[in-house]
């Protein structure tokens, strides 16, 4: 294992001092060395063992229960295609089927330049808006195919900094 | 004290009883899944649906979920209740493989027993199965996760009981998998009850994989052998061959659990290089030969130099059938009595240990549970009692104040306090357990030099002093120094699984195995008979002249080094083939029934082909016999006048057992009543002054420690590295590093260890496990007993 | 939106704007908190909850004062509240528009709860895909901070609370009180159910009162403004207060609106939310979230409060109403919502854990013309199976399928007789639910039902 940067391992001290008991701070540890690694490679997993005094079993047991811990690789852009009920109705599946068939990944992959993965979600919280979709902390709004390109154009042409969910 | 009614049988209960236990004694078995009587209820499988008719709750409901309350009518049978049981079953079976004939768990499986009985025969779900992929867990436990109905039985026991993390659920919602973060062993040391505990065959016995069905196996009620406690088990076997061990339910002792060494350390039964063959001058011969040329020998012997030249050595690993037979024997032929103690003192400080078990002072382990404070006195307990180590842990989990003084580090899994400190600080601790709330003053006057420790010995104090129901658990060293307060309650730990019976036995004048040694070196010794014992483990020093002896008949079913010195030999059957009556550490005496004939298994015989159709020949290695036959015919041979049921006759004639009947003992054992402290026990001894040098303790490894296990294939090559662990202050005074190689004295032949420093081991101690190259190590190391080795 | 309904929570909204500490000063807030703290006791703060009839907007209703009162007098030592931000049930996002349109209205509401419970120490629980959210928190909550609403010795009198961020890492059941209470301390978040209920054994076995952040949120008003004039606030004889409502689906104006408990749902949706947008004709709502049923028609003049609806065999919910039309299939609508639970679901019990997935199997089938009529006999037997769960999630679960099956069958006849769907949709598709989280060394490979590759 690699040394970590010290600004992360201060961060990480940080998050387990933070709180009366360091399990609460499973979560966020596991976010920050998550946005260090790009996911939780066993090697974070490790880490975050270290750092907080759990074995690498119980925050399996976590990570592996929540979605917006990424146990694979993914890419810079994790695409949450909200596929509920709402969304649903506005034809969400073919804004889904979309996006894997503009990015060229199959749901779940992500594509060979490491940017995107696509993902379905459970209701993201923005169904006045459906169909919807959240790439790293953002809303995208009554998407439309011609909606979705932009965003992809955009995303590619790193006009936007990754705001990866902390 | 709630009356209620199930299925129309009026049943009381305490409070707090929930409805399934209570439906249980009326006699009605709810079905279940996630409910255990020792987990308690989960909620999770939902299978234990019933009708509640009357009373506070009304409609279908979970019976484990449910307190017993006043006026509640119960239906089991309620078509509503049947119906939703009937579906959780058909949603478990849903995505179960079904694959019975495959699977280990078939014929004695929960899931198969509730899906037949259920009624559920045909699968009507169009769905696929999900499916999984398994892990390694190690050597013992087998991991086949499409089977699971995830009750989290295996998960509750053990994060929960027993408080290890290395498996768990993973995973949410129809995905959730119970594992390890990777493959490899299980931390656990109880692990293998997930075998017993699982109601599926996703974690089932590995080493008793595919050898046999449980049905097919003969079964019976047996008493674990590796330590003192006195664990129930069943031994199944099956061709003449254990096949494996489960945890028997005692509620007084191991509950429904067992540790792994006495899972898994019963392979010296049909091992391979398990002596079979009686032996006469070195040469195979027949048992008539065999004892023939023994009581020659021995009659020789005592002819020519006296009977006092007939030395009788015992094993603390043997029934009490074989102690007292031994006993009877040695007694009527005039020899010594019988020496089963390293020293007669360590035979005293054992019986009085025991003595001490008054009816109010008395404690099973499933009391212990119970208690509100415990301290445990040179005990470790994973490696000498390992179940105690659970127990300990469920008093911890109900808010007991556990202390544990030893010199040894501690890894256990519950939270506790240790006090490191040499053998001769241990009464000193006792002392402070006695003294009240206010012990500061003492605590400074006994522990002068360890300022650290003040602090926790205080709070020890407080809380004995403070405690409702504080119990000792103690190693028999400090029986003389327990405090005579009623109000505590005792447990001793004593060192063998025949301990006990041999302290209770064994003539109060026996000699220890240290007057013997003295005897055969001053050449009053001429003929030693070993019966189910090392010498070369248990007594070094009188190992080391055994050519000075004329003649050495050894009795055992291990392959010992003794068993190889011996001039004749007789083969003895192990407790799966004879059963018999052993002596729990704490006081309780209890029957094991044989499981098999002693016959060489199928397997062994015909090497791995089939057994040879030899006719002629009688069924192969069927020559071991219990040590009290070859005894009896031992007698007869040398013409003596033997009782015929040695036990039976000890017993009655004994001052405490006198009211026990070996033959009719109840299941759950029986504790005759002690009388306390032993007119004429000795007084403790003086406290050893701080000598130069190191202490050695021994530590014994958790798997092939105790001798039946160190000739158990499973476990034999699981003892751990020859470490010597130090406490980093001493080795800095020694000037040794971590991991540097030492000699240990031990006599002609040094041992040689790799040093290990550990905070967590008491000053002026070195800890070494209970290995065959460091039996002859002597109690202190002087100053030159520990030399740094340069490593080649 | 008309102008004579009185905006309480949403007063600040039409600055299209989270409302600065002075914005919301300046129309009276934190003068409750100013009233409170070291002039009125902690009891008789309790009592102006009681008196209002404050229920709980987190989906159950539970009368919050009540709530409170169960923790024991006699506990010396820690008390927590958790601010229940989880918000994870489709259809519902009042919450998150709430916090954005007043984070300070949000935060008194916060401290008045914890003065009166006594608590020292707050958990804002947020759900990730609520980031920028909680990141306002976070710093209106140093605002507040800075001002010396929060933190030690708070107005100078010797009441310290304070609250942090707690985010979590997704999954619906998180919302679930004592599921929180476990993902808060790291454990897996698996309700619990007998034993002590969470005010009297919480977070790290502290008494804790978990409330849904709007149910907090009334708290300024009803200890400004007294019990009488939060009571008057509704429209229904039972109910008290205002709500806000999460409108989406096929609705003209889909959005949040904070109207009387009591509004009629024809009122919401056709007066409120601008009625069906054009073309469209009405077939259905699902008036309270995700777990609760389909309401046909004849009940749209159904008054929104808990005892109403309850009386008529329907949920109030979390108030979130998906308006559903003559053109959308309610089977493929309910294999969705089918897909959400299957998947948000924490594994613990069978009803859930396997039925759940049995019947969107089932639905899965009859949604691509495969169903018979003996899957909706094992349905409808499923249904008392998914009420007996162990915690509320699959007998919420439960509910749009009992909906559907009740005042639908129409239209789960009308694809197992016509062997396709008769709305046109395609055959569902079995596809990767979102379980990028599962490493590759162990597990079920390929997921076991869904057959995601990730
Ligand atoms: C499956 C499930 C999910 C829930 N999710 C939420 C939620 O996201 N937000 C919420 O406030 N309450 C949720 N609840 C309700 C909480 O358990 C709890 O009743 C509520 O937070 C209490 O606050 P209240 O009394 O203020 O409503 C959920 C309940 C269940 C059973
Ligand atoms: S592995 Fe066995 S004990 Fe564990 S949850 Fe599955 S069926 Fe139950
Ligand atoms: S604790 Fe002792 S008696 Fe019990 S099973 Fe283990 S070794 Fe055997
Ligand atoms: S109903 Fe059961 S499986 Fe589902 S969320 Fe609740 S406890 Fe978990
Ligand atoms: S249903 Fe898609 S955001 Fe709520
Ligand atoms: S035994 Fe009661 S729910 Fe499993």
Redesign the interface.
Known sequence: MSPLPPELSTELHRLVTAVDNPREAAVDVMYALQHHYGYLCDEAMHRAAEVLGMTTLELESLATFYDYLYRRPVGRYVIHVCDSVVCWMFHQDSIFDYLCRTLGVPPGGTTEDGLFTVLPAACVGNCHNAPTMLINGRFYDRLTPEAVDAVIAELRAGTEEPVRCK | MPDLIIDGRPVTVDKGVSVIEAAERAGVMIPRFCWHKSLG?A?????C?VMFVEGPVKG?EMSC?TPAADGMVVETGHP?AV??RR??IE??M??HPHDCPVCDEGGHCLLQDETISGGHSLR??????????D?NLGPFIQHEMNRC??C?RCARFYQDYCGY?????????????F????DGPLDNPFAGNLADLCPTGTLTDKPGRFVARRWDCQRAPSVCLHCSLGCNVTALSRYRRVARIEARDNAAINGAFICDRGRYGFGYQSAQERPRAPLAAGRPATPEEALRAAAGLLAAAAKRHGPDAVAVVGGQRSTMETQAALIALARAAGWRAPAFFAAAREQAQARQALYALTPPRARSLADLAKADAVLVVGVSPLADAPMLTLTLRQAARAGAAIFLADPRPLALPLDHVHLPLAPRQLAAVLAVAAAGEDASGLIQQKFPLAPELWPRLEALAQAMAKAKRPALAYAPALAASLPGDDRVGLFPVLAQAGTAGAALLAPTDAPGLDELAAELAAGRIKAVIAVETDLFAAAPALAARLDALEALVVLDHLPTPTVAAAQVFLPTATLFETGGTLAASDGRLQRAEPVQAPGLSVLADGAGDHPPRDYARPLPGTDPAPAAFWCDRLGRALSLELPRHPLAEALAAHPVLADLDPVTLPAEGQRPTYPGREPATPESPPAQPAAEGLAVVMETPFFGGDELSRYAPLTADKTGPAVALLHPDDAAGLNLADGATVALDCGDAPATAAVRLHPGVARGVVVVPRLPRFDALPPNLGPCGLRRRETP | MQVDIPQVLFKNRHLGRPATIDEYMAGGGYEALRATIGQRTPAEVLQLVLDADLRGRGGAGFPAGRKWQGIPADHVGTRYVVINTDEMEPGTFKDRVLVNVDPHLVIEGIILCAYAVGACEGVFFIRPSYEGDAKLIEQETQVARERGYLGKNILGTEFCFDVHVHRSAGRYICGEASAQIKAISGLRPNPRKGGPRTSVRGLWDCPTIVNNLETLANLPGIVRNGPAWFKSLARSESGSGTKLYSVSGMVARPGCYELPIGVTIRDIIFTHAGGMPPGKTFKTVIPGGASTPYLPETLLDLEMDFDPMKKAGQRFGTASLMVFDKDTCLVGATLSLMEFFARESCGWCTPCREGIPYVRELLRRIEGGEGTEEHIGMLQEMLPVLDLAYCAFAPGAAEPLRGLLTHFMDEVRAHITEKRCPFGNPPPHVRGKACGTRPPQFGPTPCPEDQCPI
Not at chain 2, 43 to 47: K, S, T, V
Not at chain 2, 165 to 173: E, I, L, Y
Not at chain 2, 179 to 182: I, L
């Open positions: 209820a909620g999770a499988c939902r299978l649906a279908l979920m509503k119906a939703f579906q959780i949603l478990l849903a995505n009507r779900f169009p769905g696929r199965k999900r499916t999984y992929q892990q109905i995830h989290y993390r290395d498996f768990g659920p993973m995973q949410n919602a129809n995905r959730v998998y594992g390890r973060f990777e």
